[in-house]
């Protein structure tokens, strides 16, 4: 149990489109999500909690209007990312949070804009 | 304010030597997780251990073993008889309140044969 998936799992773009991400949990519902981002041999990095229902809340430094997070359902947030550019190339690791202290981590999505 | 620090950038041990990975923390909360996750190259995560702040037994599984140390704040990962298998990066991270993890550097780790 508690499985989350995201799609796609690597994603090629070109620079000045925009890219969506779903991260979705298969077997549980999560009011919240969280997405974290992860450079080259670097640490994951928070970049929004995803509420559903409601609006994102976005950590410091990360622009919202460029990362659309939305939270339709209890089963699925979504990360799109706007106007890509080369920068935003990235891992992109969603979570779910079926219950406080619990977190299930999705596989990743390997963000490359060229 | 919350913070993990791992200070080993990068380990390099020979197959069957034991390693420790350390991780120190700092929080202000009195009810915090701490977890241990490991990353392949693939860079799935893949969960290792949870531990409350109010459980500071130290837990075992197989060639894994865990030391938390609250006077220390301290929640170390110890892997015997490494393999080469256990090459990857490994994260220390912390949370309270049911708020998104707050990871460490990570530690790499490479077993060599």
């Known amino acids: 149990g508690a499985v989350v998936s995201q799609h796609p799992s690597w994603v090629i773009c070109k620079s000045g489109t925009s890219v969506k991400i779903e991260c979705r949990s298969l077997?549980?519902?999560?009011?919240?999500m969280f997405w974290y981002r992860q450079f080259p041999k670097q640490s994951l990095m928070l970049m929004a909690t995803s509420n559903e229902g409601s609006k994102a809340t976005y950590e410091q430094g990360v622009e919202k209007d460029k990362f659309l997070i939305n939270h339709a359902s209890l089963t699925l947030s979504t990360l799109t990312v706007t106007s890509a550019h080369p920068e935003d190339s990235s891992f992109y690791i969603c979570?779910?949070?079926?219950?406080?202290?619990?977190?299930?981590f999705g596989p990743g999505t390997r963000l490359t804009v060229t | 304010a919350q913070k993990v620090t791992q200070a080993q950038t990068e380990i390099s041990v020979v197959e069957k030597e034991d390693v420790t990975l350390d991780c120190v923390y700092e929080?202000?909360?009195?009810?915090?997780?701490l977890f241990w996750y490991k990353q392949p190259p693939s860079g799935e995560l893949v969960f290792l251990i949870r531990?409350?702040?109010?459980?500071?037994q130290n837990e075992i599984s197989g060639r894994y073993s865990w030391n938390f140390q609250k006077s220390t704040s301290s929640f170390n990962f110890t892997i015997t008889a490494s393999q080469v298998v256990d090459s990857a990066v490994y994260f220390c991270a912390l949370t309270f309140s049911g708020y998104a993890l707050n990871f460490g550097k990570g530690t790499s780790l490479l077993v060599t044969p």
């Open positions: 077997d549980f519902q999560a009011t919240t």
């Open positions: 979570s779910a949070r079926p219950a406080p202290y619990e977190q299930y």
């Open positions: 929080t202000r909360d009195t009810t915090y997780y």
């Open positions: 531990r409350n702040s109010f459980d500071e």
